[in-house]
């Protein structure tokens, strides 16, 4: 029996090597179990947390500047005249709430913005932004040169004649050749323009004849005037289509398309300030356009 007993304990007796293994055998597998039970439970999950978070971020960063690229270049901005700002022109411009509160309230004074420097002491916008959309003000031509006086000299040396202005819309081809710079050719230019009119509305008209300069138009505004009581063939532009606005010589088809369609949007126009209002409208020339409308 004590020979049996003694057999047993030879089983459970260790040296204090075997002992130091077995201890450190069993903080091994505690280790691996809070490992295992960890990973398992989520409780290590912030590294690849971390990861998936830095990548998503650079995902993200990518993504906000596509978009910035894609606002910086989806609108582009065309000349326009600044008097007629509507709120969503203003927000794409990058203009503020207040500001074109601001341009609104000057408007609605019946007041106009006849410059940058103008704009930018109604509008209070800052220096950035004027420098940015000032470049795109396009000003009507009589606005732009109210301020200029220029005196023009006479092309000779002869002794200045008492002049008889005549009526520009009976004048023939040798009246107008009187005008020095003024010669055959451009004589004729001016006698189909005045056929696709049926009549001029105004002297200044020549201004956007091909070949006037300004020392001929002023030359012609001293020999040649357009009566107050001239009857001229007016467009009623709340009336006429598409074709009949596109044969008015100031019109091209894809303008007169606008016109309709703004008409049918916005309802009927009041003045030559809401033609104004319609991108490319020809804003140089919109003083005479009104002479030829009918509202």
């Known amino acids: 029996m004590k020979k049996q007993i003694k057999f047993l304990k030879s089983y459970f007796l260790f040296s204090r090597e075997h002992r130091s293994g077995i201890f450190l055998l069993a903080i091994l597998i505690v280790l691996l179990q809070f490992i295992y039970y960890g990973l398992k439970s989520g409780f290590f999950?912030?590294?690849?947390?971390?990861?998936?978070?830095?990548?998503?971020?650079?995902?993200?960063?990518?993504?906000?500047?596509?978009?910035?690229?894609?606002?910086?270049?989806?609108?582009?901005?065309q000349p326009f005249n600044p008097n007629f700002i509507s709120d969503y022109k203003g927000y794409m411009l990058g203009m503020s709430i207040d500001e074109i509160d601001r341009l609104h309230q000057f408007r609605a004074k019946n007041k106009y913005v006849n410059s940058a420097n103008e704009f930018q002491a109604v509008t209070q916008v800052s220096n950035e932004l004027l420098q940015k959309i000032a470049p795109?003000?396009?000003?009507?031509?009589?606005?732009?040169?109210?301020?200029?006086?220029?005196?023009?000299?006479?092309?000779?040396?002869?002794?200045?004649?008492?002049?008889n202005p005549i009526n520009l819309n009976d004048a023939s081809k040798e009246d107008l050749m009187k005008i020095y710079g003024i010669g055959d050719k451009i004589s004729d230019i001016i006698l189909k323009e005045r056929d696709k009119f049926g009549a001029f509305a105004s002297v200044d008209q020549l201004e956007y004849v091909w070949g006037i300069s300004p020392e001929i138009l002023e030359s012609c505004k001293q020999h040649f005037f357009v009566p107050s009581d001239v009857v001229i063939k007016k467009i009623h532009i709340n009336n006429a289509s598409v074709k009949e606005l596109s044969q008015f010589p100031y019109f091209n088809y894809a303008f007169s398309k606008q016109i309709v369609t703004y008409r049918?949007?916005?309802?009927?126009?009041?003045?030559?300030e809401d033609l104004a209002k319609i991108n490319n409208c020809p804003l140089e020339k919109l003083k005479i356009i009104a002479l030829y409308l009918e509202f």
């Open 45 to 77: 999950s912030f590294k690849a947390d971390s990861k998936e978070n830095q990548e998503w971020l650079l995902v993200q960063s990518k993504i906000d500047s596509l978009k910035k690229v894609k606002t910086e270049t989806s609108y582009q901005i």
């Open 136 to 163: 795109f003000f396009k000003f009507p031509d009589w606005v732009t040169n109210a301020k200029k006086q220029t005196v023009f000299e006479t092309f000779s040396n002869k002794k200045k004649e008492k002049i």
């Open 264 to 272: 049918s949007m916005n309802g009927v126009f009041h003045s030559i």
